[in-house]
């Protein structure tokens, strides 16, 4: 019975996803017409990731709010191991946002329209994909904007395990000296398990740490820092 709850619970997510971002759609086209909307679409795509928690009967709890009150652009690093993982990203970071990630999120239907504007698709076949991602990502950083990257590169299979990061985020963070925010993700899996066709309501923590500056760290010293992350969050997913 409790399977049949959790299949009942996923399929529920799922259509309601689906119908609000239709209806919604053409109100986020138009606002991705325009650069200078972007922050205006953002925030409209923030507030409906609000509503979509809120009809799934999911509740988040900020730990650590105050490394929300960010005075200059921040590279968001978290774990990654359910796709309730970008909204709740979307949810708690409504001001001036943009996602980095594998370029076969952009070939979805309608979705595609966020990574030829607001987002940057990173083309990992291609070294001239992932150059253009850098630039774009350089550009949206100086234009103000946080950049939140998942740097396991994809959902891991085992939650409790941070993946090995790749290098994209931390090279992109030590050259333009730009502060790493890591956040911590350790319950949206037991929501929304990846692949598992089961999902259930519930509460979410979302921890917050201090960001981490790279104004001294050298891209020899990435190792070093990527280790230093790893640890943080997985002291996170291991309590």
Not at 74 to 97: E, G, Q, R
Not at 206 to 224: G, R, T
Request: aromatic letters at 12%; glycine letters at 6%; proline letters at 5%.
């Amino acid at each position: 019975m409790k399977q049949v709850r959790g299949h009942i619970c996923y399929y529920y997510f799922i259509l309601s996803f689906l119908v609000s971002f239709i209806i919604l759609y053409p109100f986020q086209w138009v606002l991705l017409q325009k650069k200078s909307w972007y922050p205006l679409a953002h925030r409209y795509r923030s507030t409906w990731s609000k509503i979509i928690l809120l009809m799934w009967g999911i509740s988040y709890r900020v730990i650590n709010r105050q490394y929300l009150k960010l005075n200059k652009p921040v590279i968001i690093c978290s774990n990654h191991s359910s796709y309730l993982d970008i909204l709740t990203m979307l949810a708690i970071f409504p001001k001036k946002t943009c996602f980095m990630a594998k370029a076969e999120l952009s070939d979805i239907p309608l979705f595609g329209l966020f990574f030829k504007t607001i987002d940057i698709e990173v083309d990992r076949q291609s070294g001239e994909g992932g150059a253009k991602a850098y630039r774009k990502a350089v550009r949206a950083l100086e234009a103000g904007y946080h950049l939140v990257i998942f740097p396991e590169g994809g959902i891991h299979p085992d939650p409790y395990k941070v993946k090995p990061f790749k290098n994209g985020a931390f090279q992109l963070a030590i050259r333009q000296k730009t502060g790493i925010l890591p956040v911590a993700l350790p319950d949206n899996f037991k929501i929304l398990p990846d692949g598992g066709k089961i999902a259930k309501t519930g509460k979410i923590r979302i921890i917050l740490h201090e960001p981490l500056s790279v104004s001294d760290v050298s891209v020899k010293e990435m190792d070093i820092l990527k280790e230093h992350l790893s640890e943080i969050l997985q002291n996170d997913l291991s309590q």
